[in-house]
């Protein structure tokens, strides 16, 4: 004889074991309804509002990464004119091919070729969009001619070849009647200088470390020929010339309307050439010396400098 619960027992395992499974089975799609929920019901991280930031020091995105444009067989053609163009001493057909291939793609080649004509028609007795003629009246002097045109005595003087600033009632001077401001890219290291709204030369820059120079408006306050240093670590002052002063050969104060708290920037030069074309200053805009000598005789007090990301 079979025990009396053999059967018994084997049909009262298998239905608690349907019994258990179907229990599982509802926990765990309760349990995944809870969590649904409970994930809907939460705000994401990015729907909280950012912090608010001052206005003008808002940063901006990070661009994307820059792949160099390949210049169109048009735009080459008419660099290869200007090349031309310039070895036979035709610069302001030069200019004019240069200012297309500009207007139409960031061309590195022909950036740098513009400044170059720009430069050496600005200085030259050749004509080009912004020089005239103006005929010295009675009272004058350089100061007061730099001032009526927004532009240096150092610019006037090297326009018109003058070594001394005796200027001659009635005689005509060469000025250059148009108004520059200048635009910082901390993330190319690039100055462009802007003429009426033209890239007139582009200058490749350093800026600060870990991005510390800030993103704002600022306006050219001072200028000071032979800079000294005050060192920020110990206050000590640290004149021109010696190897400790990193102001280089020439400083440009710049200052902020818009934001007062902003201090102590500047554009200035610097002898640690290999720290061009990067993030490697405290802060300030750095410059070779000879780039920040040509920036300085170009540009006057009060000119606009604009930086960005």
Sequence with gaps: MKPIYAGTHQVRGRGRGKVIFTIIVLLQLAAVGVYFYMKSDKPEANENPPAPVPEGLAPTPAPAAMVPA????????????????????????????????????????????????????????????????????????????????????????????????????????????????????????????????????????GTGKFGKTPVAKFTITDKIVEPAWDRPSDNRRIEYGDPENVLGSRWMAIKSADHPELTGFGIHGTWERNSIGQQSSAGCIRMLNEDVEELFDLVPRKTPVMIIE
């Design 70 to 205: 390949t210049p169109s067989p048009e735009a080459k053609a008419l660099v290869d004119d200007a090349r031309a163009a310039i070895d036979a001493g035709q610069l302001t057909s030069a200019h004019a091919s240069l200012n297309r291939v500009v207007a139409a793609s960031p061309d590195p080649e022909a950036i740098k070729l513009l400044g170059q004509v720009n430069m050496q028609l600005l200085k030259s007795s050749l004509m080009m969009p912004g020089k005239e003629y103006y005929v010295i009246q009675s009272g004058d002097y350089l100061q007061k001619i730099a001032k009526k045109y927004n532009t240096t005595v150092a610019l006037l003087k090297a326009m018109n070849g003058m070594e001394s600033d005796v200027i001659r009632l009635g005689d005509r001077l060469l000025v250059f009647n148009s108004t520059f401001s200048i635009r910082i890219s901390k993330n190319r290291n690039e100055l462009d200088l802007v003429s009426n709204g033209k890239l007139f030369k582009r200058y490749s820059v």
